[in-house]
């Protein structure tokens, strides 16, 4: 909880910050590069986001604001609407509102990447226009801008951001137009204006360049300056098909070496509400981890480094040495596409595609393991998984 002496004391930066303020847990204060600061209540549960005024020495200060923001509250609650404003469904409060309902979903940090860009261009100038009176020219502007700053895959995913909160205030009723439609026509336009600027990274899905990506591998391990856990790190993701971020900060507490079971927590997943994800382990991950044990087995990470954890690029290097036009996040298409290549051979073993979805996580595992029966569920899972490592070594002899 802020004193007035603390507030007093904030820093100010070069760029405008929000600080909770504390009692009541709504009230902020936005710190702006003048120097001016504004108290305001964030309750986005109910579409407000107020105003209170600025802290000013006599005017306004910390108790003042205090006060006025549980009245705010309380009337809220009470079900009334405070100010002429209020009905008003900006782009901020529709933004508050979707962050709400996505934060119960989705993994905490996706959530801060997505809304740092949108922040950063978006608010500042249409945050507080309201919704129904939006058009796709307001944003013509501010994705020209970003267009010259070569940022094309940014504007991609913010303009799908856009339509996601859209979506959700239509569904609501408080969106009546169709500026969903008209910003599904604004990304086609720049798709179309960027196709040639944007550098697409091709998946690994083909057998044989499968087979040359794994030999590279096998020389990349025994070259004098390789890190050992970086190699060993990407051949681990190579082997359960898991995103680059829970492959870095997987912990040597997340593995049942009784089961051979890699148990990733609902909440440290893109798609929280999936629930935790069980990937077995075949016995070539498992000796990737016997490897890491005698390297990290004092260390809280599995991969880690003396900085905590490896960097989220540990793998750059490796696809520059061999001007390899992929990333790492293509494991998980290598995956996918050699189930799809192979689904006949693992039908006839039970396998289905909603067994490889589930080390994805594309699924929650609740489903299937209702349709199954949880301990069938997870025995499929290892099936495909040993039999998974058993492909990729057949393609090139793992040297480990």
């Known amino acids: 909880m802020l004193t007035q002496k603390d ?147 940014t504007i991609k995913k913010n303009i799908s951001l856009l339509c996601r909160i859209f979506e959700i205030s239509r569904q609501r009723g408080d969106l009546k137009t169709d500026i969903i439609l008209q910003l599904k026509d604004l990304k086609k336009f720049y798709n179309e204006a960027n196709h040639n600027k944007v550098k697409h990274f091709k998946a690994i899905v083909e057998e044989q360049e499968i087979r ?75 000796k990737i981890l016997d490897m890491q044990r005698i390297l990290n087995g004092d260390k809280k990470y599995i991969f880690a480094n003396n900085n905590g954890t490896i960097s989220e690029n540990f793998a750059v290097r490796f696809f520059k040495f061999y001007n390899l036009e992929h990333t790492i996040h293509g494991y998980r298409s290598t995956f996918r596409s050699v189930y799809t290549n192979k689904s006949n051979e693992l039908i006839q073993q039970g396998i289905s595609k909603d067994i490889a979805e589930m080390i994805l996580h594309h699924i929650s595992g609740n489903e299937i393991e209702r349709a199954y029966n949880r301990a069938k569920a997870i025995d499929l899972r290892v099936k495909l998984m040993q039999w998974y490592g058993n492909y990729l070594n057949s393609l090139c002899e793992f040297c480990f």
């Open 7 to 153: 507030i007093d004391n904030l820093e100010i930066k070069d760029k405008r910050y929000m600080i909770s303020v504390g009692e009541p847990k709504e009230l902020y204060v936005r710190v702006n590069p003048t120097g001016k600061k504004v108290f305001y209540l964030r309750a986005s549960k109910f579409k407000n986001f107020i105003t209170i005024g600025e802290c000013q020495k006599g005017v306004l200060n910390v108790t003042n604001a205090r006060e006025k923001a549980k009245d705010l509250l309380k009337s809220m609650y009470d079900g009334k609407f405070i100010g002429k404003n209020d009905k008003v469904m900006t782009l901020e409060k529709a933004n508050f509102l979707y962050v709400d309902i996505k934060s119960k979903k989705l993994n905490s940090a996706t959530i801060k990447k997505e809304q740092s860009i949108f922040k950063k261009y978006i608010i500042p100038t249409l945050g507080q226009k309201d919704i129904n009176e939006l058009k796709k020219d307001d944003f013509l502007p501010i994705y020209d801008l970003m267009q010259k700053k070569g940022i094309y895959e």
């Open 212 to 286: 040359n990506m794994l030999e590279c591998m096998k020389e990349y391990k025994n070259h004098p300056r390789t890190n050992t856990t970086i190699i060993n790190a990407i051949y681990f993701t190579l082997l359960t098909a898991q995103r680059s971020k829970n492959i870095r900060f997987a912990k040597w507490s997340d593995i049942d070496f009784e089961n051979n079971l890699w148990i990733i927590k609902a909440d440290e997943m893109k798609v929280r509400s999936n629930g935790d994800n069980i990937i077995p382990l075949n016995k070539y991950a498992l």
